[in-house]
C-alpha cells in the first residue's frame, strides 16, 4: 500500500472510529516528541509540545501506532502509557456472582 491509497491527492483526512485522522498527525507526533526530548527547548515550547502531543494520541490510537511502534525514551513511553491510559474507558464492572 502507498500513501496515496491511505490519503489520496487532495485529500486532507479520513475517518477511522469516529475519528478525523488529519494528515500530518504523525509527523506532528514526531516533531513534538523530539521537542520534548530537546535539552535547548524553552519550558513555554514544551508545554506547548506535550498538550499538542497529548490531543494526538486519540488519532494515534485509531490508527494503531502505538500497536507496531514501541516509543524508544522511557521518559515519553511512560508519559505518553499514562496519557493512553487516562484515555482508556475504565472496564465494565463484573456482573454479581
Do not use: C, W, Y
Amino acid at each position: 500500500m502507498q500513501a496515496q491509497d491511505v490519503l489520496p491527492d487532495g485529500q486532507d483526512f479520513v475517518t477511522r472510529n469516529g475519528l478525523q485522522l488529519r494528515k500530518g498527525s504523525v509527523g506532528a507526533f514526531l516533531v513534538n516528541a523530539q521537542l520534548l526530548q530537546d535539552p535547548s527547548a524553552t519550558a513555554d515550547a514544551k508545554q506547548a509540545a506535550e498538550r499538542d502531543l497529548i490531543a494526538l494520541l486519540p488519532v494515534l490510537e485509531a490508527l494503531g501506532l502505538f500497536e507496531v511502534f514501541e516509543l524508544r525514551s522511557p521518559t515519553l513511553r511512560d508519559e505518553v502509557a499514562r496519557h493512553r491510559a487516562a484515555l482508556s474507558p475504565a472496564p465494565a464492572a463484573a456482573p454479581p456472582a
